[in-house]
């Protein structure tokens, strides 16, 4: 079943607004993290990561107070161009041999207007930390999936120079500029998975069927 075709009728579960800090667990199956590039300085070449993980801890009582951590698989980088795949693999760019994730780890988060923040952070990539910044859309109310899962959506842009990270590789043209622009521009879509709370101490935990796995 695919996704648009249950989302209404989620819809019509919406649990009630947490009143307490909980965690989320990015769902890899529905999230998404895609770059784009100028090429040429004539046309956007855009790519994505097919493997990402994280954890977001969300405070809706003080949402200053949530946190968020991801991690990207950095050799899952995927252009739909084999050779530049490649090329993006090794030192010249992402070098995913000897750095192999590109992981970001909130410092900040504030407030940015009705539904939205401004995540501040430290983003590393070939094990170099620099600051970066999220613009974030959510997250959006929780609710029940037809498959008993809490979710959430989240969505976030940045605009970083890839300079900054060590990524420096280039190529002059004849008729001016170069051949890869160093802003890259990311949009990171995720879907966010509850995690149950772990049960107290000297508490037994509940036993539950086995969940059914979502479809894509």
Not at 49 to 58: A, L, T, Y
Request: proline share 6%; hydrophobic share 40%.
């Amino acid at each position: 079943m695919r996704r648009s075709a249950w989302l209404p009728i989620a819809l019509l579960t919406l649990t009630p607004a947490m009143a307490l800090a909980s965690t989320w667990e990015i769902d890899a199956a529905h999230s998404n993290v895609e770059f784009s590039v100028r090429h040429m300085m004539v046309t956007t070449v855009k790519g994505q990561f097919q493997r990402i993980s994280g954890v977001i801890e969300i405070d809706d009582k003080n949402i200053t107070k949530s946190s968020v951590e991801v991690s990207i698989d950095a050799a899952s980088v995927d252009t739909r161009e084999p050779k530049r795949d490649g090329h993006l693999r090794s030192p010249d760019f992402f070098d995913v041999a000897k750095f192999p994730s590109i992981t970001f780890k909130s410092t900040k988060v504030e407030k940015a207007g009705t539904g939205k923040l401004k995540v501040s952070g430290d983003l590393t990539i070939r094990g170099v930390s620099k600051p970066a910044v999220l613009m974030v859309e959510g997250p959006s109310p929780a609710l029940k999936d037809p498959f008993g899962r809490t979710v959430r959506g989240a969505m976030a842009t940045s605009k970083i120079n890839r300079k900054d990270w060590g990524m420096t590789w280039n190529k002059a043209l004849d008729t001016g500029g170069v051949l890869v622009s160093d802003e890259v521009k990311l949009e990171i879509n995720t879907e966010l998975v509850e995690k149950a709370a772990a049960p107290a101490a000297g508490e037994k935990p509940t036993e539950k069927a086995a969940p059914t796995k979502p479809e894509k």
